[in-house]
């Protein structure tokens, strides 16, 4: 405290301090503490006051210097004193207050050293506690560890139990990978683990799983052959990667597809022959289809082998787009790649053996089903769903499919002979029955009336004769490009439905099957469903039941244009369109089609010849041309010998109801017109589709085409002549004219002014002919052209009756000659009148015959040697008459019968 | 062709334009059947092998047409037909009052033992029926004659008519009413029982003592 003080006043006079004093006080005491010497201020140590007042004495130590001295030291003292005291007083509060912290102070650090020395404490016990669980809990854990490691062992085998439910179950859900995957992984387990006992018992079980669940995913595999399901198939091939039997999967596939070909084959099969036969062998099975199924079988069949084929088709799209990774280099990797090389040549050669495989089902079945006895459109069917086929192995594989194709060729030809037979069959049962009624039709009917030539309409009504063949050749050409885009749609995964499908809608038209242009030409076809509705038949209907007028309107000579055909002709000419048509879907048999249609003319042309020639009773050198004879010589022959082709056929039989003896009728003149002006029609339609058969057939064998046109076709006219001679020869009875010319006296010296009674007898038979022609007119429109031909063969008869009459005068004179000449001039003139020919046919030859009478010698030689048309009969008699040198007659003779001899 | 049978039947389908005969007819032989058909021209034609009592028969079926037009036309087929199909249109009153006429041609013309079904077709247009199925009874009551109604849109008895008609005959030779052998039967044996094909007969040629030359 003192210290304090000191130090404060050594900062400064006391004085200052001490204000609050009484200001009297305090001045007197600040005066007087100001005069107290500094040095009183030092510290007690180092200086000594009571030294300092004795050195510093008063000089002369008087007792009053001393005495003021004291008085003054005292007084001095007394205010340090008091100013001490005072400022003690004055800091006592704080003093206290101090002191107060402070205390305060120690009681708060002894409460924490309370608080550390707690601390301690716990910390103490919280160490001890510690140290001892720790070793506990290592106890605890190390047990736990254990327990855990059994229980997983104890889990495995429980798992290893159910490996074959778990697999099963994942099998179900098509997860193959994740079952191959835990079988492996169970394996692998249960090798790490053989020390238990039950584990060897697993591991065996594991691995008839493992041949379990193989079988099964073999299974799934065969199923793919049916239907490629790429999801499916990704996670088998997966599965079998797992498995490293990814190559060995593949053959194995194969080998799927391989008997999956055959069993869809016998599933289509099985359909059709009912549960009866148990016999699985493909070829007889087939044999065991009954014919009447075997076009929809034939549908099945392709059908199902497409689903197999399109199936395939997936699996190596699936692999072409699977397969494209990198060439890898490590060993491995090579490897891999080279078993990848494998498989892709292995799906390659798979594309042709399934096609190979399809194509050798179908023949065998198409083999023994009779094909060729299926009915047209049946068989058309069949036809476009192998051509079908066709397609989609050109789309499978790039395969044209030869087996196929050439299969198709010849089952055409055969079918199409079969059919033909059959065909022939039909036109010799209508020729029998035939009765050569003329058929009302229009007078502008020809062949593109019947429904049959619809389709050709445009090819074969061109005026300009020009087919456009081209135009449709192209036109198939881009169809059938079409085509294989459409059949490669069917190949796409989410179609379920086939190209076949086609065939089961009842509203596919042919030429839908074949991917012809619709044939309707816009252009034309208005008038056409019209004209097919009238049936080309004539409006008038003077034919009807139980009529019996005749037509007087019609005489025979107005009628100009007329159309003649028998209900055969147009059966003939409907059986022409439908081998056109077969032409229309199988080209490449055109010639035997056109070929075989050639012979049904031929049929009909013979029939008809062989029918009303029957009864011809003239002997006929010059009734038939070289061409006739050379003509019905063929087709005996082909008919009784059978082309190599044909087998035998026969001919018609005579049927019983042809009246082709009555005079009334003629002897059946209207049958007989109506007979071979059907023909004739029949081979002008023939001609009308020459040129469409040309663009059909090979250039080379137009010459065949030809041949018929010039051969048969343009002879067909030379036909009236024997047909219509059985008749004419029948208009005036021979014996009697004969008789009646044999009375004329021809040695007569005069030339008579009167003609011969037998040239009126037989005018008269002439007119009831031609009464009778006029009768016919009813059942038979009559042109000019027919009435011509008729009278043309009459007066043919009556010409060459006359010679023959004129030949049997064994004397005659110029006289005779003259009346000869008479009798024939007026018999002509007659003729010329009854018939409407002008000049009358074939006069020349009684008028040459009579006339070479008064040839000279050298001129009746001549004659002899030039006229072969005149029987030695005729030439003798000639002779006879006109020589009257003996010795001439005889040479001349003797040259006509040499001339015969060779003959 | 490769087919075999025992007996073979000419059979005639005959009735008034448009009742359906053709159709009857495509139905029968197993063509599909057409809303729009033409009118036959003439005569078609067709055949089936029907198995009628165990014996397998083919039928020779002559469809005639039925415009008067043709009447001079078809009425050359009726000649040795062994049954016949008398068909009228049952929404037809017309074709039904012919019947008399087409029942005696077929009387005179095809062989007297001909057998013949009445067939009242288009059973199917019931709505339009102009016919009634009781008179056409008493029709072929009075003129001896079967009688079904068909319809050769539905095929109802189409088949029926056929067999029915064939049976006929067949019953008729094994009672021996009816002669197979007798020219103009209509009946043939088949290629069976006795191949009687002949040979082609070559036409009797008598070249001619005759005269006349030409
Ligand atoms: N609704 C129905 N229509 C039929 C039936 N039969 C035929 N028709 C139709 O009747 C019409 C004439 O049929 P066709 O079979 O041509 O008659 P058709 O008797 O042969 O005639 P013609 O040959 O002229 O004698 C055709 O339009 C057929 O579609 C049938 O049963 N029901
Ligand atoms: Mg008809």
């Known amino acids: 405290m003192l210290s304090n003080d000191v130090v404060e006043n050594r900062r400064g006079p006391p004085g200052v301090n001490s204000r609050s004093l009484s200001s009297a006080h305090s001045a007197a005491d600040l005066e007087i503490l100001r005069e107290i010497e500094n040095v009183y201020f030092s510290s007690?140590?180092?200086?000594?006051?009571?030294?300092?007042?004795?050195?510093?004495?008063?000089?002369?130590?008087?007792?009053?210097?001393?005495?003021?001295?004291?008085?003054?030291?005292?007084?001095?003292?007394?205010?340090?004193?008091?100013?001490?005291?005072?400022?003690?007083?004055?800091?006592?509060?704080?003093?206290?207050?101090?002191?107060?912290?402070?205390?305060?102070?120690?009681?708060?650090?002894?409460?924490?050293?309370?608080?550390?020395?707690?601390?301690?404490?716990?910390?103490?016990?919280?160490?001890?506690?510690?140290?001892?669980?720790?070793?506990?809990?290592?106890?605890?854990?190390?047990?736990?560890?254990?327990?855990?490691?059994?229980?997983?062992?104890?889990?495995?085998?429980?798992?290893?139990?159910?490996?074959?439910?778990?697999?099963?179950?994942?099998?179900?859900?098509?997860?193959?990978?994740?079952?191959?995957?835990?079988i492996l992984k169970s394996r692998k387990a249960a090798a790490a683990h053989k020390e238990y006992a039950c584990i060897t018992d697993l591991s065996n079980r594991l691995q008839d799983t493992l041949v379990l669940t193989e079988e099964k995913l073999d299974s799934v595999l065969s199923s793919l052959c049916f239907k490629f399901d790429k999801d499916v198939f990704t996670k088998l091939r997966k599965a079998y990667g797992l498995l490293g039997k990814t190559q060995a999967a593949?053959?194995?596939?194969?080998?799927?597809?391989?008997?999956?070909?055959?069993?869809?084959?016998?599933?289509?099969?099985?359909?059709?022959?009912?549960?009866?036969?148990?016999?699985?062998?493909?070829?007889?099975?087939?044999?065991?289809?009954?014919?009447?199924?075997?076009?929809?079988?034939?549908?099945?069949l392709c059908e199902n082998l497409f689903y197999i084929m399109r199936s395939y088709y997936l699996l190596v799209d699936w692999h072409s787009k699977h397969d494209e990774e990198p060439a890898c280099t490590n060993v491995f990797d090579i490897q891999k790649n080279v078993s990848r090389e494998y498989i892709r040549q292995k799906l390659k050669a798979g594309l042709l053996r399934i096609w190979h495989d399809v194509q050798g089902k179908v023949s065998i079945f198409l083999k023994s089903s009779g094909l060729e006895d299926y009915p047209f459109e049946k068989f058309v069917q069949i036809l476009g769903v192998l051509r079908k086929l066709t397609q989609?192995?050109?789309?499978?594989?790039?395969?044209?499919?030869?087996?196929?194709?050439?299969?198709?060729?010849?089952?055409?030809?055969?079918?199409?002979?079969?059919?033909?037979?059959?065909?022939?069959?039909?036109?010799?049962?209508?020729?029998?029955?035939?009765?050569?009624?003329?058929?009302?039709?229009?007078?502008?009917?020809?062949?593109?009336?019947?429904?049959?030539?619809?389709?050709?309409?445009?090819?074969?009504?061109?005026?300009?004769?020009?087919?456009?063949?081209?135009?449709?050749?192209?036109?198939?050409?881009?169809?059938?490009?079409?085509?294989?885009?459409?059949?490669?749609?069917?190949?796409?995964?989410?179609?379920?439905?086939?190209?076949?499908?086609?065939?089961?809608?009842?509203?596919?038209?042919?030429?839908?099957?074949?991917?012809?242009?619709?044939?309707?030409?816009?252009?034309?076809?208005?008038?056409?469903?019209?004209?097919?509705?009238?049936?080309?038949?004539?409006?008038?209907?003077?034919?009807?039941?139980?009529?019996?007028?005749?037509?007087e309107a019609l005489s025979p000579s107005k009628v100009r244009h007329s159309v003649i055909v028998a209900n055969t002709t147009l059966s003939v000419l409907r059986n022409c369109g439908q081998y056109l048509q077969i032409c229309r879907y199988l080209p490449q048999t055109a010639l035997e089609v056109v070929v075989l249609m050639n012979q049904l003319y031929d049929y009909y042309f013979y029939t008809v010849h062989t029918f009303f020639t029957s009864d011809l009773d003239v002997s006929s050198t010059t009734l038939y041309t070289t061409k006739l004879t050379a003509l019905l010589k063929r087709i005996t022959n082909s008919l009784e010998n059978g082309g190599s082709e044909n087998r035998h056929f026969?001919?018609?039989?005579?049927?019983?109801?042809?009246?082709?003896?009555?005079?009334?009728?003629?002897?059946?003149?209207?049958?007989?017109?109506?007979?071979?002006?059907?023909?004739?029609?029949?081979?002008?339609?023939?001609?009308?589709?020459?040129?469409?058969?040309?663009?059909?057939?090979?250039?080379?064998?137009?010459?065949?085409?030809?041949?018929?046109?010039?051969?048969?076709?343009?002879?067909?006219?030379?036909?009236?002549?024997?047909?219509?001679?059985?008749?004419?020869?029948?208009?005036?009875?021979?014996?009697?004219?004969?008789?009646?010319?044999?009375?004329?006296?021809?040695?007569?010296?005069?030339?008579?002014?009167?003609?011969?009674?037998?040239?009126?007898?037989?005018?008269?038979?002439?007119?009831?002919?031609?009464?009778?022609?006029?009768?016919?007119?009813?059942?038979?429109?009559?042109?000019?052209?027919?009435?011509?031909?008729?009278?043309?063969?009459?007066?043919?008869?009556?010409?060459?009756?006359?010679?023959?009459?004129?030949?049997?005068?064994?004397?005659?004179?110029n006289g005779g000659r003259g009346l000869m000449q008479l009798d024939y001039t007026q018999l002509l003139l007659k003729l010329e009148k009854i018939s409407g020919l002008k000049p009358v046919p074939h006069q020349d030859y009684v008028d040459r015959y009579v006339k070479a009478y008064y040839l000279p010698r050298k001129g009746l030689e001549e004659f002899v040697v030039e006229h072969p048309e005149y029987s030695t009969k005729h030439l003798v008699a000639l002779v006879s008459c006109a020589c009257e040198n003996k010795k001439d007659r005889q040479a001349l003779i003797s040259l006509i019968e040499e001339k015969e001899i060779p003959n | 062709m490769s087919e075999s049978y025992e007996y073979l039947f000419k059979f005639l389908v005959i009735g008034s334009a448009g009742t359906g005969k053709s159709s009857l007819l495509n139905n029968f032989i197993g063509n599909k059947f057409k809303e729009d058909r033409c009118h036959t021209i003439g005569v078609e034609f067709g055949s089936k092998i029907v198995n009628i009592g165990g014996k397998s028969t083919k039928l020779q079926i002559w469809d005639t047409a039925g415009q008067e037009r043709f009447r001079s036309?078809?009425?050359?087929?009726?000649?040795?037909?062994?049954?016949?199909?008398?068909?009228?249109?049952?929404?037809?009153?017309?074709?039904?009052?012919?019947?008399?006429?087409?029942?005696?041609?077929?009387?005179?013309?095809?062989?007297?033992?001909?057998?013949?079904?009445?067939?009242?077709?288009?059973?199917?247009?019931?709505?339009?029926?102009?016919?009634?199925?009781?008179?056409?009874?008493?029709?072929?009551?009075?003129?001896?004659?079967?009688?079904?109604?068909?319809?050769?849109?539905?095929?109802?008895?189409?088949?029926?008519?056929?067999?029915?008609?064939?049976?006929?005959?067949?019953?008729?030779?094994?009672?021996?009413?009816?002669?197979?052998?007798?020219?103009?039967?209509?009946?043939?044996?088949?290629?069976?029982?006795?191949?009687?094909?002949?040979?082609?007969?070559?036409?009797?040629?008598?070249?001619?003592?005759?005269?006349?030359?030409?």
Not at chain 1, 477 to 506: A, H, I, L, W
Not at chain 2, 135 to 159: D, I
Not at chain 2, 184 to 205: E, F, M
């Open chain 1, 650 to 813: 026969a001919g018609p039989e005579q049927p019983h109801h042809l009246d082709l003896s009555s005079e009334s009728n003629l002897h059946g003149l209207s049958e007989r017109i109506v007979a071979v002006e059907s023909v004739i029609f029949l081979a002008k339609q023939y001609e009308m589709l020459q040129p469409y058969l040309e663009t059909m057939v090979a250039p080379h064998q137009r010459l065949i085409l030809e041949h018929f046109r010039d051969n048969t076709l343009a002879v067909v006219a030379d036909l009236r002549t024997p047909v219509y001679m059985c008749s004419a020869s029948k208009s005036v009875d021979a014996r009697t004219a004969l008789v009646a010319m044999s009375q004329v006296k021809w040695d007569v010296k005069n030339v008579a002014v009167e003609h011969s009674p037998y040239v009126d007898m037989v005018v008269r038979k002439l007119q009831v002919y031609a009464l009778r022609i006029e009768n016919i007119s009813n059942r038979v429109t009559l042109n000019r052209e027919v009435l011509n031909s008729i009278w043309t063969v009459v007066s043919k008869y009556v010409i060459h009756l006359l010679v023959e009459g004129f030949s049997n005068a064994t004397k005659c004179s």
């Open chain 1, 392 to 551: 989609i192995g050109e789309v499978f594989c790039g395969d044209k499919s030869d087996v196929l194709e050439d299969f198709i060729k010849t089952q055409s030809v055969v079918y199409i002979q079969n059919y033909h037979r059959g065909r022939l069959e039909e036109l010799k049962l209508f020729l029998e029955n035939e009765a050569w009624e003329q058929c009302p039709v229009k007078s502008t009917f020809n062949l593109l009336n019947l429904q049959e030539f619809k389709q050709f309409k445009k090819y074969l009504n061109r005026s300009d004769g020009v087919v456009t063949k081209n135009q449709s050749e192209n036109a198939s050409s881009v169809t059938s490009q079409d085509d294989s885009v459409y059949v490669t749609k069917y190949f796409k995964y989410d179609t379920s439905s086939s190209p076949f499908d086609m065939f089961r809608n009842e509203n596919t038209t042919n030429d839908d099957i074949f991917g012809l242009e619709p044939d309707m030409p816009s252009d034309d076809s208005e008038d056409e469903p019209d004209e097919l509705k009238r049936d080309f038949v004539e409006e008038n209907d003077r034919h009807g039941y139980a009529t019996t007028g005749n037509n």
């Open chain 1, 250 to 300: 593949m053959e194995q596939l194969h080998m799927h597809y391989s008997s999956a070909v055959n069993e869809s084959s016998v599933a289509a099969l099985k359909k059709y022959t009912g549960e009866a036969s148990i016999d699985t062998k493909f070829q007889n099975l087939c044999a065991s289809v009954p014919s009447g199924k075997a076009p929809a079988c034939v549908l099945d």
């Open chain 1, 44 to 182: 007690p140590v180092d200086f000594d006051a009571a030294r300092y007042v004795l050195e510093h004495a008063p000089a002369p130590p008087t007792c009053e210097s001393i005495e003021h001295m004291f008085t003054k030291l005292k007084r001095q003292q007394q205010v340090v004193s008091g100013k001490a005291l005072h400022l003690i007083s004055q800091q006592r509060d704080n003093c206290d207050k101090e002191f107060a912290e402070i205390q305060n102070i120690r009681t708060q650090l002894s409460l924490t050293l309370q608080t550390c020395r707690k601390a301690r404490e716990h910390l103490r016990t919280a160490s001890n506690h510690l140290t001892m669980s720790t070793f506990v809990i290592l106890a605890n854990f190390r047990k736990r560890q254990i327990i855990r490691s059994v229980l997983k062992c104890l889990e495995l085998i429980r798992s290893l139990r159910s490996v074959e439910s778990d697999v099963t179950e994942l099998l179900n859900k098509k997860d193959f990978y994740s079952a191959i995957e835990l």
């Open chain 2, 73 to 214: 036309v078809t009425r050359s087929y009726y000649r040795g037909a062994a049954g016949a199909l008398l068909v009228y249109d049952i929404t037809s009153r017309d074709s039904f009052n012919a019947l008399a006429n087409w029942l005696r041609d077929a009387r005179t013309l095809a062989s007297p033992n001909i057998v013949i079904l009445l067939v009242g077709n288009k059973k199917d247009l019931e709505d339009s029926r102009e016919v009634t199925f009781t008179e056409a009874s008493q029709f072929a009551l009075e003129n001896e004659l079967m009688f079904l109604e068909t319809s050769a849109k539905t095929g109802e008895n189409v088949e029926e008519a056929f067999l029915k008609c064939s049976k006929t005959i067949l019953a008729k030779i094994e009672t021996g009413e009816l002669d197979p052998e007798r020219i103009g039967s209509g009946i043939q044996y088949g290629t069976n029982t006795t191949k009687r094909l002949t040979a082609p007969k070559r036409p009797a040629r008598t070249p001619s003592e005759c005269a006349c030359r030409v």
